[in-house]
């Protein structure tokens, strides 16, 4: 077990749909990551918060979204979902800011996409 | 053991022998690399780290070895155990950036 939660196991919608999807960090620390796996993609990093900031982004959709609130815990917004969002989407979470830190990852969230 | 010279998708080994997993990372910026395990059904795993600055990075059961005039790693498991079974990514990541980039990763399978 690494500390990291996330919510929901599963989920399942329909294209066109909205969907949030929960992270709370280990215990201590500041940063979270949210990563996208895909079949024909591996895993791709989305967006880092530190601290309640937005401090990175990579392939990140217009369509998503992100935000760390006050007690640090993520929220990764998808709207207007397409097939191809199907995927497993993780949080991973780290003690500082810089990209040395050991970067530990929840069990992740199974989005389908019907 | 088995062992590898490129990067290959699946990686087939017999219990107790040596596994050699192969990583070809992208940026030659690059200064810290990162082997992940990754289970089915879990997230990925940190298993050991290696900075630019070292060749070889030793932790129990695993060595990384790091080649940065080819820009390949390689992850060797040590007497390979059912447990071991896995996916394995690499992780590579350029000064200054915070996200980590990983290759495609090599299912491993071990034969009892």
């Known amino acids: 077990d690494s500390g990291v939660t996330q919510t929901p196991k599963h989920l399942i919608t329909a294209t066109g749909q909205r969907v949030t999807l929960r992270c709370s960090p280990r215990s201590g620390d500041l940063s979270v990551y949210w990563y996208q796996q895909s079949l024909d993609q591996g895993l791709q990093f989305l967006i880092q918060y530190y601290n309640g900031e937005e401090r990175a982004k990579g392939n990140i959709l217009e369509r998503f979204s992100a935000q760390q609130f006050p007690d640090l815990h993520s929220e990764l917004n998808l709207s207007s979902l397409e097939l191809g969002d199907s995927a497993l989407y993780f949080c991973a979470s780290s003690v500082g800011m810089g990209g040395s830190y050991e970067q530990y990852f929840g069990p992740g969230t199974r989005l389908t996409v019907t | 053991g088995e062992s590898v010279g490129l990067h290959l998708p699946t990686l087939s080994v017999q219990e107790g022998d040596n596994s050699i997993i192969n990583c070809a990372y992208s940026?030659?910026?690059?200064?810290?690399f990162i082997w992940y395990k990754q289970e089915s059904g879990k997230g990925p795993q940190f298993i050991i780290d290696i900075r630019s600055n070292m060749d070889k990075r030793q932790g129990q059961r695993v060595t990384v070895l790091l080649n940065k005039t080819v820009k390949h790693l390689s992850l060797q498991i040590a007497a390979t155990q059912p447990g071991d079974s896995a996916v394995y990514f690499c992780?590579?990541?350029?000064?200054?950036?915070?996200?980590?980039?990983f290759g495609a990763g090599t299912t491993v399978t071990v034969r009892a």
């Open positions: 992780a590579e990541i350029v000064p200054f950036d915070y996200k980590l980039s």
């Open positions: 940026n030659s910026a690059s200064d810290y």
